[in-house]
């Protein structure tokens, strides 16, 4: 067993299960960590732990946060899921299901996890093209991450513990992280993206995370074997 | 009601208790935090929802986040608590009631409280002087904090929110502390410090957290009015 550790946070969507592919391919033992923190489309959940286990994570993790106290999103709060807008990817509002905070507070929980098991790395499916105009998803906020983990932990004051935030997708579009996908073998039906699922997982396919992911299906030339 | 708003993180012991009512002397409407973090010393959340109702805090807010699924401390793991250490202030160790990434994890859930409720600042009672050397609490980790928040909200991408990290209490003793609290008419027996108090919240001591206080109230001539 590698003694390369990393966190992976994994949503159970397509870009966390690629950046888990792509940590144990790069020889990571990897710590995949879930949220349950309230949100509408908790399928995910249980796609997230089939993947873990599917793909050959180390350990997997649900830890409960409980963001819908604080409101403020679709995905959290009772305020319905929008319809893709119409220009996807060139948008210059934040959308309703901006969780606020949400990435930072789970970098934060991976931070503890990571600190505790001494872990080289922490994973973030995060992707700054084909997104949703998401602030916390920039690379200017996850290098700000990166050195505030090093000034926040035991990092901070010694020299033999360094952290990485390792974001393996910030630059690539849709139809690049699908065919890292299939490069890596990953199997496509295993992961879930959609916001609004109905109760048995199938996606509602108006959504933007559904819009955003077909696109990148059709231009990457590949099947999404999640949709019958 | 004033409309300048802030997150307030309350742990229920002297430093945020002196924290919040100098927030609300600043003229701040204040929204109290505190959280179920899996602590040992569970007594401080009583202790939390009676100072914020009797200093006058708009709301309070108890949120659970789970950190002692990732144990590591000697706080919410099954580590004994330690005596104080024999040079108050001067250790070079981090000590084990540290909790990994604590505060960090805490103002990210600040920062998502404060996004929803357009907070201008969220104030913390971080001290970096009469401390138990913990990474999370100095300045330069504070300053990044803030720097983050910027980065990682809505704030990040509009000119018309800003968010202030304030941590009135970082450069004071604690015997200073105990002097502000004094003067803002806290009243010191609501305020909870032990790490490992009994069933009815007397506290141990002997831990560092009743030292650092005990040291506090000697130097500035004043009564604690916890202990009996």
């Not at 923190?37 to 995910?44: A, L, P, S």
């Not at 990953?186 to 992911?213: H, I, K, M, V, W």
Request: one cysteine or more; aromatic letters at 8%.
């Amino acid at each position: 067993m590698s003694e390369k550790k990393a966190i992976v946070l994994l949503s159970g969507g397509l870009d966390s299960a690629v950046t888990l592919a792509y940590a144990i391919k790069q020889g990571f033992c990897c710590y995949a960590l879930s949220f349950d923190y309230g949100q509408r489309h908790k399928i995910e959940l249980k796609r997230a732990k089939k993947i873990a286990t599917t793909l050959g994570a180390q350990v997997h993790k649900v830890v409960a946060v409980d963001l819908r106290s604080f409101g403020g999103s679709a995905l959290t709060a009772d305020i319905p899921v929008p319809a893709a807008r119409e220009q996807i990817g060139e948008q210059e509002q934040i959308p309703a299901t901006y969780v606020p905070a949400r990435n930072t507070v789970f970098l934060s929980l991976a931070l503890a996890w990571a600190e505790v098991v001494h872990a080289e790395a922490i994973f973030i499916g995060a992707n700054s093209v084909d997104y949703s105009g998401y602030p916390d998803c920039r690379p200017e906020y996850l290098e700000a991450y990166e050195k505030l983990a090093g000034l926040a932990t035991k990092a901070g004051t010694s020299e033999q513990w360094q952290l990485k935030i390792a974001a393996p997708l910030l630059r690539m579009t849709k139809a690049d992280i699908v065919k890292l996908g299939k490069e890596l073998e990953l199997d496509f039906s295993l992961t879930s993206s959609c916001y609004n699922p109905q109760q048995d997982g199938t996606p509602c396919r108006n959504c933007e995370a559904c819009l955003l992911r077909a696109k990148g299906f059709a231009e990457a030339n590949e099947i999404d074997t999640t949709i019958p």
